[in-house]
């Protein structure tokens, strides 16, 4: 008499990864990289404030269409505090301020200065939120801002910058880190395309005191610029912003902003193949060192079997669902 064999437990099922979260990332990035192209046009004809307000008034109209035939209606109360908070500086104060301070410091300058806006975002969001500083997200963030530096070297002039364009651009990373961070609580109470819409309404409030610098200057600017203006608005505001919340709600942070230094190499490749404007070699190092770093902060760290059981993920990894 044989003994039947033994049926081995069935190995589980190893889940889908989740496609979405990151496609949205990259979605934001790619749009994000194409507004620097579009400012350059429509800056040339529209004053900060103007500009700012123009593109929240389009981006604006925008996403409220969007919401009235999804009919999403009004988040959740718990959901003010944050959508005031990232409205105001977020969507408001750094997008005016940036706007200023590239007319008082190079291009190059105000990339440095500005990228240190992702490492804030991730201290905040350790800080404030609880989230983790991963070693991966650490290491990559550190590779990506000396790629973003040594962009910002190749491209900076010589005598065009100030002490107030640096300002700037040091208030601009301040107010961009603590909107993001502001925001990442109010996706737990109302949808990526609610968050963003009332964000983006109460960036136009703040800004409407611009108003009538806009009217004037919209008369007399030339529909090139005005068209920029409008794309600024349709999206790189109302589309990449919705795409990054959607892919916020889903990760931390800190590695939502480590996936912000993707964008300078993003510009310069668009600015050589839209503009015309080839890059010189180091620039092209630096964007390759972005890269790079993006690469190492989204990567998953294995952990150890001691049990026989799956490994355990390193805290802070970008999940399908919300944390």
Not at 61 to 82: D, F, H, N, Q, Y
């Amino acid at each position: 008499m044989t003994t039947p064999p033994t049926a081995r437990p069935a190995a589980p099922a190893t889940p889908a990864r989740d496609w979405r979260a990151p496609a949205a990332a990259c979605t934001t990035v790619i749009l994000w990289a194409s507004a620097f192209v579009s400012i350059r046009s429509a800056g040339e004809a529209y004053s900060p404030g103007a500009l700012a307000l123009g593109r929240l008034l389009a981006g604006t109209l925008t996403l409220g269409v969007i919401l009235l035939v999804r009919r999403e209606g009004l988040p959740s109360r718990a959901a003010w505090p944050g959508i005031a908070g990232s409205g105001l500086l977020w969507f408001g104060l750094y997008m005016v301020v940036l706007n200023w301070a590239e007319q008082q410091v190079d291009a190059g300058t105000a990339a440095m200065i500005v990228n240190i806006g992702p490492i804030l975002m991730a201290l905040l969001g350790a800080k404030l939120l609880g989230e983790g500083l991963p070693r991966r997200l650490l290491t990559g963030m550190t590779v990506s801002f000396a790629g973003a530096v040594v962009v910002g070297l190749s491209m900076s002039g010589r005598g065009d910058s100030s002490a107030l364009g640096v300002l700037l651009c040091l208030v601009a990373a301040l107010s961009y880190a603590g909107g993001v961070v502001a925001q990442k609580p109010a996706l737990r109470h109302g949808s990526p395309l609610q968050i963003t819409t009332f964000g983006c309404l109460t960036g136009t409030v703040a800004c409407l005191p611009f108003s009538g610098v806009l009217v004037s200057e919209a008369a007399a600017a030339p529909l090139p610029a005005t068209l920029n203006m409008v794309y600024l608005g349709v999206f790189p505001t109302a589309l990449a912003f919705t795409t990054w919340a959607y892919a916020l709600a889903r990760t931390t942070a800190g590695r939502m902003g480590a996936t912000t230094y993707a964008v300078p190499a993003m510009v310069v490749l668009m600015s050589w193949l839209l503009l015309d404007e080839v890059p010189a070699p180091l620039t092209v190092t630096g964007g390759l060192l972005c890269l790079a770093g993006v690469a190492v902060s989204r990567t998953r760290a294995r952990g150890r079997r001691t049990d026989g059981g799956p490994a355990v993920a390193e805290a802070g990894q970008v999940t399908g669902d919300r944390p």
